[in-house]
């Protein structure tokens, strides 16, 4: 067990990126020093983080310790997520078919777009006057 405490997983989507430590535990989920209702206020974001835990029916096995910084909230709960499931396969390699058929093991991509000059946000113009 000593050496599984060395490993840290990490998640990251867009700004957001979550180093994130399991033990076995009876299921608390500490992120940045708070409870995980309290550091995430909707509940999108709370069933996100649990969701590995939940499709491995593990919930109750781990206790979860997470830093996450940078993004908003949403990236911050699939950085997490993200995490959390790269924890868990490393833990439980025949597990690895399940997390990535539920598209847990992807790291989403998608950033948001530069700002171009000329522009007024990434894509959009500014109107266009005829006369």
Known sequence: MEEERQFIAVGRRKEAVARVILSSGSGNIIINGR??????KTVNA????VEPLKVLQ???RYDVRANVRGGGSSGQADAVCLGVARY?????????????????????PRVKERKKYGRKRARKRFQ????
């Open 46 to 49: 709370q069933l996100r983080v």
């Open 128 to 131: 266009f006057s005829k006369r």
């Open 58 to 60: 593990m919930l109750e």
């Open 35 to 40: 409870p995980l209702d309290d550091y995430f």
């Open 88 to 108: 868990l396969e490393h833990l439980h390699p025949d597990k690895r078919t399940l997390l990535k058929k539920e598209g847990l093991l992807r790291r989403d």
